[in-house]
């Protein structure tokens, strides 16, 4: 915000100055126009300054027709707002609202419809919104630091939850109170509105990385929540338990890896054979257990495929990790 306060002043000061060097009136105004301007992103700078230039043309188009209809009187303002706003809402123009108004209220404070006045307005536009996206384009602050925390956040709340998964597949009576989902989530929503302001400040190519890796892991983050479903009707122990939760502990630190060579993956294919061959249950608690621990490899499974299927290939075909 700070860095934006900074913008908006640079702006409004170059703009001022520079509706004094062409002589226009009120050059106060080029600074108000300015001010309007200063968007977060460059993108949003860029559809900014477009919305309202078109708007305040036409604003100045239906004010100069109404005006002088029915003359400078301050009804005849209210008739401006009443025909021009739901025009402008109408064609998606509605941010040029305020804008549009400013440059209206210059006319109408002139009291007269000239091409001078019209000029003088639209070149008051130029200045304003102009240095607005100058200055929108020179400088954005940098995401990239921010982004790579809210990844580290989410990857060290993975690999906790993982090892609680496996402590409590060793240990059914095991308490965790599951504070790291609630901040896995916080930091995947924030990074995701984060990596969106990232994607809007780059105006040549466009950087999906981060949009996928963020919604990647809020797949993931629901395919854990499935798994946590299955792991509360893991109320005994038994030797698959604790074999999935050995793979649950290479996940863990894997999760925190820069790349991965499949792993976990060829462990998990290897393990779900090896159920396949084992021994049926001999009680039925022990086949609702083992129901459940099956069900829990199965969405293990459907985690990995999320990242498979989403995450961004790297150089030489590494992968992202799952």
């Known amino acids: 915000m700070g860095i934006r306060i900074i913008k908006t002043a640079l702006a409004a000061i170059a703009a001022i100055y520079t509706a004094v060097y062409f002589g226009l009136e009120p050059p106060l105004g080029a600074g108000i126009l300015a001010i309007l301007g200063v968007e977060v992103t460059r993108m949003k700078g860029l559809k900014s300054a477009f919305v309202r230039f078109i708007a305040s043309v036409l604003g100045l188009f239906f004010a100069s027709l109404i005006f002088t209809l029915f003359g400078f009187h301050i009804w005849a303002v209210a008739v401006f707002i009443l025909i021009t706003f739901p025009v402008l809402s109408r064609f998606q123009l509605k941010d040029g609202i305020v804008t549009s108004s400013v440059i209206v209220f ?19 536009l130029f200045a304003g ?67 969106v302001r990232n994607r809007e400040n780059r105006l040549w190519g466009q950087e999906e990385y ?16 499935q798994m946590l479903v ?37 462990r998990h294919d290897r393990l779900a054979q090896s159920f396949q061959a084992m021994e049926l249950p001999k009680t039925r608690d022990e086949f609702e257990v083992r129901a459940s621990l099956l069900m829990l490899l199965r969405e293990l499974e459907r985690y990995l495929a999320i990242a498979k299927r989403l995450k961004k290939r790297k150089v030489m075909s590494s992968e992202l990790l799952p």
């Open 106 to 124: 210059h006319l109408f404070n002139r009291g007269e419809v000239t091409t001078g006045i019209i000029g003088n307005e639209i070149m008051l």
């Open 129 to 195: 919104l102009g240095w607005a996206t100058i200055v929108n384009i020179i400088y954005m602050p940098k995401d990239e630091h921010r982004l790579n925390d809210y990844r580290s956040a989410i990857e060290h709340n993975f690999g906790v939850i993982f090892q609680e998964m496996a402590f409590t597949l060793r240990n059914p009576a095991h308490v965790w109170n599951g504070g790291e989902i609630l901040e896995a989530y916080s930091a995947i929503e924030d990074g995701a509105h984060q990596s």
């Open 210 to 225: 981060w949009s996928t890796y963020f919604e990647m892991r809020r797949q993931q983050l629901e395919s854990v929540q």
């Open 230 to 266: 299955e792991l509360a009707f893991v109320y005994q122990k038994f030797p698959q338990a604790v074999m999935i939760a050995d793979l649950l502990d290479q996940l863990s630190s894997d999760v925190k890896s820069d790349v991965y060579k499949g792993n976990v993956e060829d």
